[in-house]
Structures are given as structure tokens and as C-alpha cells.
């Protein structure tokens, strides 16, 4: 990530410096009506060869840490509808040393007429004192705005977007690069599809938003009580954010499915200790659905993790440097980094993984993986083929004819408005939220080929609860 000179044939010369180290270009991004100095370069070549890289580029002016805690604010002043109204405030900006980066204002009838005005400003330090020096020569207000509608300032845009996300999620500097970085991987991606590159960065703050938003008191999910055919509690949780985390209430343990986002383990925990109070001390085991970030919380407190082996491989190449499975997707990798990011992801350290089945790829869409027995419940575990993610599994249970999906199976209609709004994020920053989305249509048609007769609960990885009738074959 670089700060490109303003000037003619800078691009040549970061060329040249890395062509002359032997480095392969691999992607190269600017768009200067997004950023007018932002140059992203991906090149592969020793780590000898970077690291000189690096030392030149900073020595060409490549990497500058100058504007990393500036930001543009939109303000509005109410002015009076008379001549020389606004010179006041401008005079303000000029001693105070900011650059205006933009303006809008058309005259109205009235007494008071309200001028918009962007403002670059490099030391955030100043701001109160500014606010406090306009507000006595007229009510001003800081307003926010829609960045897929108004670019404000195409000079610093990349750090200005990254400094306010970052504030918010309490990001270090390294975070805050990998933020940028990986927001201009999807913005690379869309533009080349024709979609324009400020709705993605705005769906970016807007899933940091939805994230940050249902933290602490803001996490209030869906709670509901049921029982399944052959008489068993369970406990369904709904965030607003994340999977269902679903709790099976046998005799001697409870069994649970999914543990939402990890950023949102305490607010987990606190929901299960409120709900079950004695939730500290019993024994307790997990099963996995899949090992997306949004499901995967929690795992390190169960006394044992079930999970398919293909789920388990995927934790390995995490731990060792390889990448999860969906972030060979090149569609998938950048929104994958950036979740991982806003939920404070670490690879889990359960040791007490059990896996079942093989580690391979399915060929058809639902393998028979074996059998996960806990307690008094039998379930039959099937192997999705990878459509919606590689290491995705549903289990079954005959006898209960309960049957959990992960989001290979999702309830859409039943979403609440928060979690509505959060999901349709997702699919617009990736393309699509399956990997291969002919297989994951073939799992689900497959699925009610692997259901007994009778009447069944399915639990789907988000939405509530449904019934599904199933008739002889």
C-alpha cells in the first residue's frame, strides 16, 4: 500500500525499482477518483528482495505515514440570509490552516440558509477547538453522510475510511493497512464488474457498523424455547450478528451447535448464563457446522469440538499460514480477512477436537460421514461437497427428526430486520456467498432425500426454526 507522488511517470519508477529487484507484479490498483494517491502493488519475490523493495520505495516517497489520523468531517452552518454571511467562516477555516475539500449550498428563502462544507483536517486535536470558535459565529452541526452518494475528498480517502473504522473497532496500525488493503481487493473486484467503487467501501463500513452496533448492550438477540419431537429442551439464540447458537438439553450435558462471532463471546456468555445458570459447571460439548468466522466462537470452553475432518483441516491451514478454505475463492479472500478482522478472529485451540469422517472433497452433493453419538441423541453426519464451504457438515437425527444445516440451509424469511440488514452485506461484497453455488443447490435438494418420513425440525446456521414435512419416498 503506497502513496504515489503527484507526478509524472511515478508509476515507471516504482516499476523499475521493483523490476530491477527481480520482484513479479501480481496486482496493481489505482483509481484516481477514488483516491488520487493511493497505488496498491502485490509482488512475489524472496524475502531479500522485498525487504530492499521496501527500502526503496520509501526512499523514492513511496510509503509515508503523513495523514494517518486525518479525516474529512462534513459540517453544516446555519448562516444568516445576507450578504457576506459565510465569509466569517471561511476566514475560520483559512487561520485554523484546513483545506476545504467540499461545498454545497443553494440559496432559499427565509431568514437562514444552511451551507455544507467538507473539511480535511490532519490534527483531530484542533476540532473542538474549531467547533468551539465556529459555533460563536453561528450554529454548526457535524453531519454524517452517505459515502456510496458524496466523496468528500479523493486526496486521503483510503485513510480516511480506514481511520474511522479503526477508531471504532479499536484497530493498531497493522490492522488498519490490512483493512485498506483488503477493501480495495473488493473494490478491484466490483469495479471490473461495473459496480461503482464507493458502494463497496460503503457496505464495508456498513458491515463494521452492524458489527460494532451489535456489541455490548447492542447485542439483543432472538430467544426462543422449544422442544423437539421426542420431548428434549432447547434453547434457541438469534444475534443480530453471526449464526444461531443452539443448545440441546440432555440428561447429563448440554449439547450446543455454533458459537457466533468470536468478538461476541462475552455477550454469548452472559445470554447462556442467564438462561441456563448453572451453564459454567455442567459438562458441555459443540458440534461445527462449518468454519466460518461467524460460527466458530466459544470453541475453546467445551469439553469436546465435533466437527468434519475437512472443518478440522481447515483449522490447520490457518495455525499454519495456508489460509482457511474459502480464501482460495479470490472472490471470497478479502471480505473473509476483513470478517476476520472486525471479529477479532483467532484459528481455535480446542483440544479437544473430535472429527468425523474423511479429509477429502465430497463427489456427490451430501456424503455419509459417519456417526456423532452424545448422550441419548444418534446423529448421521453428511459431508457437503463444498458449495456453500468446504468443510461444511449436516447432522441428522432420526429418531428426534431434528436436522442442523449450518448455511448450506438458511431461513431467510424469518430473519429479524437487524439480522436482515446485516445479511444482505455479505452478498454483495463476495458475489455470492456460496462458493459453488450449483453445489450448494444440489445439498439442498439432496437434503430432503436424507430426511425420514414424518414430521421434522431443521435448524438452520441463521433464522429460526423450520418444520418441514417430510412424505414417503
Not at 529487484?21 to 496498491?40: C, E, P, Q, W
Not at 458449495?387 to 438458511?410: K, N, Q
Not at 431467510?412 to 450448494?440: C, G, H, I, W
Request: charged share 25%; proline share 5%.
Amino acid at each position: 500500500m503506497t502513496t504515489m507522488p503527484d507526478q509524472a511517470g511515478a508509476f515507471l519508477k516504482a516499476d523499475r525499482c521493483l523490476a530491477g529487484l527481480g520482484l513479479n507484479i501480481t496486482r496493481v490498483s489505482y483509481n484516481k477518483a477514488v483516491d488520487a494517491h493511493m497505488l496498491f502493488i502485490e509482488a512475489e519475490g524472496s524475502e531479500e528482495s522485498l525487504r530492499l523493495a521496501q527500502r526503496e520505495l520509501s526512499k523514492l516517497g513511496y510509503l509515508t505515514e503523513q495523514h494517518r489520523g486525518s479525516g474529512v468531517i462534513l459540517f453544516e452552518f446555519k448562516l444568516k440570509n445576507e450578504a457576506g454571511a459565510l465569509y466569517p467562516v471561511t476566514k475560520l477555516v483559512e487561520d485554523f490552516g484546513f483545506n476545504i475539500s467540499y461545498m454545497s449550498y443553494t440559496q432559499s428563502e427565509g431568514e437562514y440558509q444552511r451551507f455544507k462544507m467538507g473539511i480535511f483536517i490532519e490534527d483531530p486535536a484542533a476540532l473542538s477547538d474549531f467547533m468551539h470558535r465556529a459555533s460563536e459565529i453561528c450554529p454548526v452541526k457535524v453531519l454524517n453522510y452517505d459515502k456510496s452518494e458524496k466523496v468528500l475528498d479523493n486526496t486521503v480517502f483510503y485513510l480516511s475510511f480506514a481511520n474511522e473504522i479503526s477508531e471504532k473497532m479499536g484497530f493498531d496500525e497493522r490492522a488498519k493497512n490490512r483493512l485498506v488493503v483488503n477493501a480495495n481487493r473488493i473494490m478491484q473486484i466490483l469495479d471490473e464488474q461495473g459496480n461503482p467503487p464507493y458502494k463497496t467501501f460503503d457496505y464495508i463500513g456498513k458491515f463494521a457498523d452492524c458489527i460494532h452496533k451489535g456489541a455490548g448492550e447492542g447485542y439483543v438477540p432472538r430467544v426462543s424455547r422449544l422442544q423437539t419431537a421426542g420431548g428434549i429442551p432447547v434453547l434457541l439464540i438469534e444475534p443480530p450478528c453471526g449464526s444461531n447458537t443452539t443448545v440441546l438439553f440432555l440428561p447429563d450435558r448440554l449439547l450446543v451447535c455454533d458459537g457466533g462471532f468470536p468478538c461476541y463471546e462475552e455477550e454469548l456468555l452472559a445470554v447462556l448464563r442467564r438462561e441456563i445458570p448453572d451453564f459454567d459447571t455442567c459438562k458441555k460439548e459443540i458440534f461445527l457446522s462449518h468454519g466460518d468466522v461467524d460460527h466458530v466462537g466459544l470453541c475453546d470452553i467445551f469439553d469436546k469440538v465435533h466437527l468434519s475432518a475437512n472443518c478440522l483441516e481447515n483449522f490447520r491451514r490457518e495455525r499454519d499460514g495456508e489460509g482457511a478454505f474459502r480464501e482460495e475463492n479470490p472472490l471470497h479472500a478479502p471480505y473473509v480477512k476483513i470478517s476476520k478482522l472486525l471479529a477479532h478472529y483467532k484459528t481455535p485451540e480446542a483440544k479437544c477436537f473430535c472429527p468425523i469422517g474423511e479429509k477429502s472433497k465430497p463427489t456427490e452433493a451430501l456424503r455419509f460421514a459417519g456417526e456423532m453419538k452424545v448422550g441419548e441423541l444418534t446423529f448421521k453426519v453428511y459431508d457437503g461437497m463444498g458449495g456453500h464451504v468446504l468443510g461444511e457438515a449436516i447432522y441428522v437425527e432420526p429418531t428426534h427428526r431434528i436436522a442442523f444445516t449450518g448455511d448450506v440451509l438458511v431461513n431467510l424469511k424469518n430473519f429479524t430486520a437487524e439480522q436482515a440488514r446485516f445479511n444482505r452485506l455479505a452478498p454483495y461484497l463476495m458475489t455470492s456467498v456460496d462458493t459453488d453455488p450449483a453445489a450448494a443447490k444440489a445439498e439442498r435438494e439432496a437434503l430432503m432425500s436424507i430426511l425420514t418420513p414424518g414430521l421434522w425440525q431443521i435448524f438452520p446456521g441463521h433464522g429460526g426454526v423450520m418444520t418441514v414435512e417430510v412424505d414417503e419416498k
